[in-house]
């Protein structure tokens, strides 16, 4: 009896461990940006080494990702819709990240949304007859979250993944605390960052709730809208959809990042993409590295902000200050560069990873991207940053706070400025130091990334949701969840008492000064 009860036990769990490792998982990483899909792939090859089956939508195909338990339907067409898109260009105008999500980026994600639910592919899988099945969903929690629609056609829970920090309105909607002038708001751009005066928290208070309530007001209806066109009427509200999300993933480490209140379904993770196992340099940059007896300095500013776009002035000054350092310099530059001195090499792609492994490497110059700065904290190397737009002022403040690095605007650079910050940096070793031990800080942890990310994923799935970890903040009225009614209620039976006390006080001190003053003129008139 014993040993039947046994077995039958045995079988329960190898059907319960089966089931989770034939699970099918939707993932939609449709973003119009190279850099927000190079955490997919160590990622989603974790979740298949398990056993997991993905359909994986995606705006950036790899050959990396051409394994057996992986469909890629390739959506690469969405890149037509930033084909006016210049960071520079705007960075150099003066547009800020909040005018330009509201004035275009929303809508490239309206269109990229489109384009995914247009997709032959995928309509073969929502549409009404489809016997199309999945245990999970995963997509981008950044303006895209009509696609949220997607886990209530297949019945399954979704988990969603920030690129970056997660978006204030999200914060909002799902009941955690927004903080308009902690240095935890990225998305407040020039105004980012600790110490900020009276009038600084003033306007981002008065920025942010105004986009905030654009959001609510514009936003979210369309992209209910969208959800509904191509599923139908019967899709639920958006902001159930995205109070309903399981989990999210942060692509956020603790220590890169100021301590706030998270809500319990937010897990922070860092760096998947960098690996363990570097590319070796090519013959060139072999030379190049050889040759560079004093060091080497690297210089780039990713995919977003092509250095070719740089106004000619701009680009001058970093021509004539590179040439009076002692050490090569490595730049990603797209197209020629007339006037370069000998001692910079440039070239369109360069392997990141493989520059900033090298041990004679004395800085990194960037433009604030959350996985460029988690590489380089990664290989231990300093860093000077530009940034451009979106979150980069954000991480530009907190490497200047954190002491492995330094911060300067692009915009009103100069060459002096330059120069002088690049020598400092270089030749102060506190920032090396300190870059060091922010590297052990992140490194020691008692998990491996992709397996942390695998284990959460693989328990939304055994548990079909994780309904748990939300809190039902999100559900009440803002006066109710910051108690304001309460905080009122008291303020006026404090109000009303105190009158009350001061008012048979005042009648009290009237009554007792009358009858004093009666009784002194009562021995007056007697006199």
């Excluded at 590319?279 to 940059?285: A, F, I, M, V, Y």
Aim: with cysteine.
């Amino acid at each position: 009896m014993k040993f039947r009860v046994f077995t039958l036990l045995i079988l329960s769990i190898n059907c319960f461990v089966e089931h989770v490792r034939c699970s099918k998982i939707l993932v939609l990483a449709m973003a119009p940006s190279y850099s927000h899909h190079v955490i997919y792939p160590p990622l989603l090859l974790e979740l298949t080494s398990r056993g997991h089956e993905i359909v994986l939508v995606t705006a950036a195909p790899t050959s990396r990702l051409d394994v057996p338990n992986i469909k890629q339907i390739d959506i690469s067409k969405v890149f037509k819709v930033r084909k006016n898109f210049n960071a520079i260009r705007d960075r150099f105008n003066g547009v800020s990240w909040l005018s330009f999500v509201e004035d275009e980026l929303i809508r490239m994600y309206e269109l990229s949304s489109e384009e995914i639910f247009k997709h032959p592919q995928i309509k073969q899988l929502y549409k009404p007859n489809s016997n199309a099945t999945f245990d999970l969903v995963m997509l981008e929690m950044f303006h895209s979250t009509s696609l949220l629609a997607l886990g209530h056609r297949f019945n399954a829970p979704t988990i969603g993944y920030s690129p970056m920090g997660i978006l204030n309105i999200y914060d909002h909607i799902c009941g955690a605390p927004v903080f308009t002038s902690h240095e935890s708001n990225w998305e407040i751009e020039q105004n980012a960052g600790p110490n900020l005066s009276f009038w600084q928290r003033l306007q981002n208070f008065a920025i942010m709730w105004r986009h905030i309530y654009f959001q609510y007001n514009y936003f979210i209806p369309r992209q209910q809208l969208i959800a509904e066109k191509y599923l139908g009427p019967g899709v639920p509200p958006i902001l159930d959809l995205i109070r309903n999300v399981s989990l999210v993933f942060i692509n956020a480490d603790e220590v890169l990042n100021p301590a706030r209140p998270r809500l319990s379904n937010h897990i922070l993770y860092n760096s998947p993409h960098v690996s363990a196992n570097i590319t070796p340099p090519t013959k060139g940059l072999k030379r190049f590295f050889d040759d560079a007896k004093e060091g080497f300095i690297y210089f780039s500013l990713g995919t977003n902000a092509p250095i070719n776009m740089l106004p000619k002035e701009t680009l001058q000054i970093f021509l004539d200050v590179f040439a009076k350092l002692p050490y090569k310099v490595a730049w990603k530059f797209e197209g020629e560069l007339p006037g370069k001195s000998d001692n910079v090499f440039i070239s369109s792609w360069l392997p990141q990873q493989t520059i900033l492994a090298q041990p004679n490497i004395k800085l990194f110059i960037y433009q604030g991207g959350v996985h460029s700065g988690s590489e380089a904290v990664h290989f231990g190397v300093p860093v000077l940053v530009l940034p451009i737009f979106a979150d980069q002022f954000y991480q530009a403040r907190t490497i200047e706070n954190m002491g492995i690095g330094k911060y300067l605007d692009i915009v009103t650079l100069t060459r002096d400025k330059l120069e002088r910050t690049i020598r400092d940096i270089i030749t102060d070793n506190k920032y090396k130091e300190r870059m060091l031990q922010v590297r052990d800080l992140i490194k020691d942890k008692p998990y491996d990334t992709a397996k942390h990310f695998a284990w959460w994923t693989e328990f939304v799935i055994r548990h079909k949701g994780a309904a748990h970890l939300r809190t039902t903040l999100g559900t009440q009225p803002w006066y109710q969840r910051l108690d304001m009614d309460v905080i009122v209620f008291l303020t006026l039976v404090t109000f009303i008492i105190l009158s009350i006390i001061t008012n048979i006080l005042t009648k009290l001190i009237i009554t007792f000064y009358k009858q004093r003053k009666g009784i002194l003129y009562g021995k007056q008139k007697i006199n």
